[in-house]
Each structure stands twice: as structure tokens, then as C-alpha cells.
């Protein structure tokens, strides 16, 4: 499957973005799909996550309350929502795609390019 992330940009703090990831050539809704993101200098990190079908998420401590992840399976996106948005926050956003339930990066087998997300004080 192939993964193509969009949405970023520069944004102060306190303010919105929303992250959309599309995908192509595989079965969508058999694939858990993940958002996470790197900062410079750091690892790769989680950031949420969605079940197959929607009715599950799970969100890293640090966004819980700020950010939420969606999907739409018939249109073969996934969404995540980002307010409230903190400097902290600024680093290359990816989603992932994978056959787990899981924040272990290592468990998503697709990776999409990445956006930049930007947020100033």
C-alpha cells in the first residue's frame, strides 16, 4: 500500500491543523493505521492510532485531549486532527499503515513521506 501524507505547514501556538493521509493499492480497512512524528535531533515517535474499522483509537499522553484520529474507509483516508497545537509539537509528521493494534513503530509495515508541522511561540 502506498501512503501519501498532506496537511502541514507553519502555525502559531494555540492554533489547528489537520493532517490527511491517503492511500492506494492495497485494502484499506485491513490495515491499522498510525500517525507519528520526529523531531529533530530525536526518535521517531507515536502519536495515535486507529483501528480497522474506527471504533478504537489510542493517542500518545502527550497529544490525549488535543489531537484526534479518524478515518474514512470508503474514501481510503486517515485524518488527524491537531489543536491546541504547542511548540513542542513541530516535527515531521507520518502516517503508517499496519496489520496491529499497536504504537510499536516497528509493527506498521507502510510508511508514508512525511509533513512538516511547524508551530511557533
Known amino acids: 500500500v502506498q501512503l501519501q501524507a498532506s496537511g502541514g505547514g507553519l502555525v502559531q501556538a494555540g492554533g489547528s491543523l489537520r493532517l490527511s493521509c491517503a492511500a492506494s493499492g492495497g485494502t484499506f480497512s485491513s490495515y491499522v493505521m498510525g500517525w507519528f512524528r520526529q523531531a529533530p535531533g530525536k526518535e521517531r515517535e507515536f502519536v495515535a492510532a486507529i483501528s480497522w474499522s474506527g471504533g478504537n483509537t489510542d493517542y500518545a499522553g502527550s497529544v490525549k485531549g488535543r489531537f484526534t484520529i479518524s478515518r474514512d474507509n470508503a474514501k481510503n483516508t486517515v485524518a488527524l486532527q491537531m489543536n491546541s497545537l504547542k511548540p513542542e509539537d513541530t516535527a515531521v509528521y507520518y502516517c503508517?499503515?499496519?496489520?496491529?493494534?499497536?504504537?510499536?513503530?516497528?509493527?506498521?509495515?507502510?510508511w508514508g513521506q512525511g509533513t512538516q508541522v511547524t508551530v511557533s511561540s
Open positions: 503508517a499503515a499496519g496489520s496491529q493494534y499497536t504504537s510499536r513503530i516497528n509493527l506498521y509495515d507502510y
